[in-house]
Each structure stands twice: as C-alpha cells, then as structure tokens.
C-alpha cells in the first residue's frame, strides 16, 4: 500500500469509527492512533468525511463553531490552540422544548456570543473591520459539546475530526447590532438549576469574539470554503465548559442580552 493509499485508509477508518460512535452512542477511542497526533489535515479530512455523510442524509450546513477559543477551556480539552466545525441543521434545537438528549453521548454545555453574518467573508486580506462590517446581527448562543470519543480522552487531532466536539445548539431570538454592542466587553454567567457553574468574558475569547471570527474566516477560505452570507458563527466559549444532566434547567446571561434558558428531557 502506498503511502497516499495508507493515508486515505487512515482517514476511511476514523471516519467510521466516530461515525459508529454518534450511531450508537456508545464511546469509541480516540482516533489518533489512526491518523497520529499533528496532522491537521487528516483530522479535517476526517471532519469533512463525517459532516458529508451526514449531508448526504439531508441535512444542511447552517454555519461553524469555533472551537477552544478560551485558555479556559484549552485547559479543559488539553489543547494550544482553536479549531474550527460545521454547523449543521439537525444541530439547531433552539425551538426545542425541553431538549431531547437522544443523539448525545457525553455533553456539556458553554455559554457564546454568535453572529449572523449579512455578506460573505471571501477577502484576500480579512482583517478586523473586514468581518465586523460583515456582522449582521449578535445573538446569545448555548453550546452543548459533545465528545464521542471515551471520557473526552482527546488531543487536538481528535477533536477536530469529531466535528470540534460538536453536538447541539440553542441561540436567542434578542438580536443586537455591533453598533449596540461590543463583543469583547460582554460578561457572562452561566448557571445549571438556579447555581452558577461558569463565568467568563468577551476578552475570554481570543481576546475578542470578532478577533475569532476573523481567525475563522481565514481558515475557512484556506480550507476553500469561505463563510457566507446568512451563515451562523458560534464564536466560541467565554467560560469553562460544564457537565450537566437530564432534568436539568440551564441559563446563561450574556450582558446586553435577554437571558437565554433551556431545559433538558428527563430522560436521556
């Protein structure tokens, strides 16, 4: 076998080994010791596989996350940097009342700021200002990650082939114009059943959450797929992440924003 041949091999098999994992909800290993530990390109490979699949199945791209943004949170997953997911709409379940927990594996939730974006961002040099003007409106957003690989035992490697750690996503309905608020100066509280569990800033990602949509915007066009208009950005943690259970009632209360509450089924 060749080495292209066993690369591609590589990819094939971590594709199904998460795949089998998300189908079954049963954990899986980690899949580095498939496509090995800073190979960035199969790990997004593998991403791109998985993300197909599912849109062969009939569903649409609605967007990317952005993915360990915060120190905190780059701690929490053993990693030194960002990485990037696809956004898909069976991933939406913010009409969803309570939220069913039956597709997820190990979730936890986080508190972000996301964007609507009103023009493509396809720029040879995108800066700043670049991406602010292409900010049509800023939403609160609650992530809820989700690892399909055993005990979130992953490197950097792992996380970007499962999608970023990517499960579901609720987003507000009280949007804001930039011109209304500034992204970096948010505060954030994040509270499980009436107790908070998370805190956090604006400044907490990236720097600045429009400094990660930049940093997205540029992968992104990189990796041949710009962000386009009408596109949803989950700009990324602003906090720790936590665990949460069945039953339980989650809020999280980003300044400037009406607070945004969710409940989970009781049963999982």
Request: hydrophobic residues 45%; aromatic residues 4%.
């Amino acid at each position: 076998m060749t080495e292209h041949h066993a690369a591609e091999a590589a990819v094939e098999a971590a594709v199904r080994r998460l795949s089998e994992a998300q189908t079954t909800r049963v954990p899986c290993a980690a899949v580095r010791d498939l496509i090995g530990t800073d190979d960035l390109a199969a790990a997004y490979a593998v991403q791109r596989g998985l993300v197909e699949a599912r849109l062969a199945g009939g569903v649409t791209v609605v967007g990317r996350k952005i993915g360990a943004t915060s120190e905190a949170v780059q701690r929490q997953l053993g990693v030194d940097q960002p990485d990037f997911g696809y956004l898909l709409s069976d991933m939406d379940v913010s009409d969803q009342h309570p939220i069913s927990m039956r597709t997820l594996v190990q979730p936890r939730v986080e508190a972000e700021v996301a964007f609507v974006l009103g023009r493509d961002i396809d720029e040879d040099d995108i800066t700043l200002d670049v991406v602010r003007a292409a900010v049509d409106v800023a939403l609160p957003a609650l992530e809820i990650v989700d690892s399909r690989i055993a005990d979130w035992d992953i490197g950097f490697t792992d996380t970007v082939a499962d999608n970023a750690s990517s499960g579901l996503f609720v987003v507000g309905r009280d949007g804001r114009s930039l011109d209304d608020l500034e992204p970096r100066d948010v505060t954030m509280s994040l509270s499980i059943n009436g107790e908070e569990r998370s805190a956090g800033t604006g400044a907490a990602c990236l720097g600045d959450p429009l400094e990660a949509l930049r940093w997205l915007a540029v992968q992104a066009r990189r990796f041949g797929d710009p962000l386009r208009a009408g596109h949803l950005i989950l700009s990324g943690a602003l906090g720790p992440f936590v665990p949460f259970a069945p039953g339980d009632r989650v809020e999280a209360t980003i300044s400037g924003f009406a607070p945004l509450t969710v409940e989970f089924e009781e049963k999982a």
